[in-house]
């Protein structure tokens, strides 16, 4: 008799087999979900900043301005107060640009920023700031000189993978998905 241990010739293939088809249909969706979540830290990320310096307005009771200053639409922010003083200095905090991300920003001035179907070219209307006041509005979103919109990009592939934040005069801050049903709470209204 014959006492061999391990598996066949014919086991190894029909499990190579499996696990190639298995592969092949996880890794697309994988490699998507992947995409999503880069967008939504750097939405997650932008949006976090912005609800800061509108928290730095209200607490240290002046003007405080967040700009996106670069042209090609890389994340990164800066936040400062408009007139620097000994209780606010120029630099508040930043985040350097992100020069080999594939996230992309691009913004919009409220006249531009109505329609949520088409996404915002990377870059478009970069660089740009929004001024929050001291009681937390921003006043200038209304007025379209500071942006009202600004679209979170997967930049690598043509799929629309892009979330939407939008600044009303009220200072509030909301992170939406256009490509959700306008019944769905993360619907962009």
């Known amino acids: 008799m014959n006492d061999y241990s391990g598996f066949s010739l ?3 293939v029909i499990t190579l087999t499996v696990l190639s088809i298995a592969l092949a249909i996880g890794v697309p969706s994988l490699i998507g979900w992947v995409r999503a979540m ?3 830290s750097s939405a997650e990320s932008l949006r ?7 928290a730095e307005a209200v607490a240290r009771n002046t003007r405080v301005r ?23 200095p120029t630099s508040l905090l ?9 996230i992309r920003w691009g913004a919009a001035l409220l006249a531009g920023s109505s329609t949520m179907t088409t996404a915002l070219k990377a870059g478009a209307t970069l660089p740009a700031t929004i001024d929050f006041f ?48 306008t019944d769905h709470p993360e619907a962009c209204h």
């Open 94 to 102: 930043s985040h350097t640009i992100e020069k080999t991300s594939v």
């Open 38 to 40: 880069e967008v939504r």
């Open 134 to 181: 001291p009681l937390g509005d921003a006043p200038q979103v209304t007025g379209g000189t500071d942006i009202a919109r600004v679209d979170v990009i997967y930049s690598a592939t043509t799929d629309d993978v892009r979330l939407v934040l939008r600044i009303d005069g009220a200072g509030n801050i909301r992170l939406c998905n256009p490509s959700r049903p």
């Open 48 to 54: 976090s900043a912005l609800q800061r310096a509108r």
């Open 66 to 88: 967040i700009s996106l200053s670069n042209t090609t639409g890389n994340p990164g922010w800066n936040v400062r107060c408009v007139n620097a003083a000994a209780g606010c």
């Open 10 to 12: 014919i086991e190894l």
